[in-house]
């Protein structure tokens, strides 16, 4: 089983940045493809940007294209969210999470294709 810590949340200014941390142990993630998801209080788990398990391949919600990118780095367990333009919407707890099944040439998007959670780390966009 692996586990996944978030960290890197915090408060900021919209249009301010934020680089978010994904650190696995107790297995590798190297073979199975990542994905970011958040939450805001009230309202449904949304996904967010995924990336493959080589990292050649990446997607992206629509709320966040062309403002967030994801990235790995296989050698150090660890998967990266940069968020730039952020803005007061972004606001919300964000989960980084590995996908059920390895070596998977689709990036899923959706919660139920994903069986291992991190704890969350809180980012706050102030307007």
């Known amino acids: 089983q692996v586990q996944l810590v978030e960290s890197g949340g915090g408060l900021v200014e919209a249009g301010g940045s934020l680089r978010l941390s994904c650190a696995a142990s107790g297995r590798t993630i190297s073979l199975d493809n990542m994905a970011w998801f958040r939450q805001a209080p009230g309202k449904e788990r949304e996904f967010v940007a995924g990336?493959?398990?080589?990292?050649?391949?990446?997607y992206y919600g629509d709320s966040v294209k062309d403002r967030f990118i994801i990235s790995r780095q296989n050698a150090k367990n660890t998967v990266y969210l940069q968020m730039n333009s952020l803005k007061p919407e972004d606001t919300a707890v964000y989960y980084c999470?590995?996908?059920?099944?390895?070596?998977?040439?689709?990036?899923?998007?959706?919660?139920?294709?994903?069986?291992?959670w991190g704890q969350g780390t809180q980012v706050t966009v102030s307007s």
């Open positions: 990336i493959s398990w080589s990292g050649g391949r990446t």
């Open positions: 999470a590995r996908e059920k099944r390895s070596f998977q040439m689709i990036i899923a998007s959706t919660p139920e294709d994903f069986d291992s």
